[in-house]
């Protein structure tokens, strides 16, 4: 089986990427955020530095483009291609409103004739495999049935489905049975995203879905980092953990401080990834408003290391 890690904009940035490969095990690739195409010839190396092969050294990645616009996303999809790609992601779940109404990301599900004349239009000017990531609908779960005719007229690599809808944004419950449904109908290869958290549910996952064999995993790792590690191994006889995950904390950090324009930028950074590894400790709403409320490196570097040394971690 093989583990993805999932783009999450903001925090699985390449350098990210770059310090979590050094760190921990398991994934076999990661997706990146996406970089919105645009109009134009000129595509500056500023608006593709986090997928500039030069600073993405540790995990093979795949770069993920927002786009509804055919000639824009075969343009930017050549220059990938230039820089050494060999395969390019299409957003389609996007759930924010300011990207959905734009019938971008998620908000492109409600009209497969566009999804289908983009398709038709782009697959074949562009020189790299086409992966799509998306949703079961904008508004309803069985807005999925009238894309996958459509999906199937074309040659994916392989298609990412996190089988909610838009509005429910990353909340409430992921439905299977609908899952279910597409991979009975899809010819493509499926590759399930969501709510992977631990061993045990894991496990049933691939029980019930015995044929998906590539899943990929996003807040269950920021939280979790071990989890690809344990999935793969089938088992957690993982020691140390404390240590590893200040060695990975520090380390980080550090990259930021030496990347970022200003500490305060670092700390943003920073403070975006404690949302979601905070959850890794008993106290975890308590720790979260300490770091949140730093204002300087010393008051954040002091909470953060008594975290570390009196906290108590509850992932399995
Ligand atoms: C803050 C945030 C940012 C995200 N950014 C992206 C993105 O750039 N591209 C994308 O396809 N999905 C993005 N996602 C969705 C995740 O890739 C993933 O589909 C979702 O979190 C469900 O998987 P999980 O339960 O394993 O986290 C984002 C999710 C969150 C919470």
Redesign the pocket.
Known sequence: MKLYM???????NAIFRNVFTECFSGFDLA????VSTIQGRKISRSHIRDILPENNTGIPIVP?L?SNNGDDFIHLARKLHDLGYDTV?W?L??PFPMVANKKR?SGMLLYPERIDAFLSQVIPKIPVNLSI?CRLGRNQDEEILKLIPVFNRYPLKEL?I?P?TGIQM?EGSVHLDRFEECTNQLKHSIVY?????CLDGFRNLSVRFPQIDTW???????INPFLPEILKKGKDDISDKIQKMQEFHDSLWKQYQSSMSGPSHAMDKMKGFWYYFSQAFQNKAEIYKKIKKTKSMEKFENVVWNVFHHEKLIIG
């Open positions: 999932a783009p999450i904009k903001g925090i699985t997706v990146a955020p996406f993920q927002m992601n957003n779940g996007c990301g990531k990412i996190h909610r990353y995203n969501g709510d992977i958290t990929m995993i996003g807040r269950g790792t920021l």
